[in-house]
């Protein structure tokens, strides 16, 4: 049998028990790395989107009980929209817009 440099014996073969022991150190450390990335990734991405829904979610309920509570505002309020609504249509009727702002014949060369 051949010997190293030590003069220790070399054995032959695959030496499998050293080569997995290699491998599963390095398949930690990779591993560390990418938990270590995915945690930053959840810390800038993903948290701050969570937060907003939770947010907006509180915000809609908190709408909708209002809403429940007091009908009168919610009433009053369509009825502002749709009066709105009805005032400008009447005013596109009598005074048209300006050709930039229309979308038909005198207005579709801007565009």
Known sequence: ????????IQKKGWR????????????KKSAAKIV???GKTYGKYVSPTVGLFKKAG???TTLGKTALKFPG???AATGLYYGAKALVKKGEKTASRT???QYNKKGKWMI
């Open 16 to 27: 499998t028990k050293a080569r997995i022991r290699v491998a599963s150190g390095k398949i």
């Open 1 to 8: 049998m051949a010997t190293n440099v030590d003069g220790n």
């Open 99 to 101: 050709a930039f702002r």
């Open 58 to 60: 509180t915000v809609a």
């Open 73 to 75: 505002t919610g009433l």
């Open 36 to 38: 270590t990335s995915s």
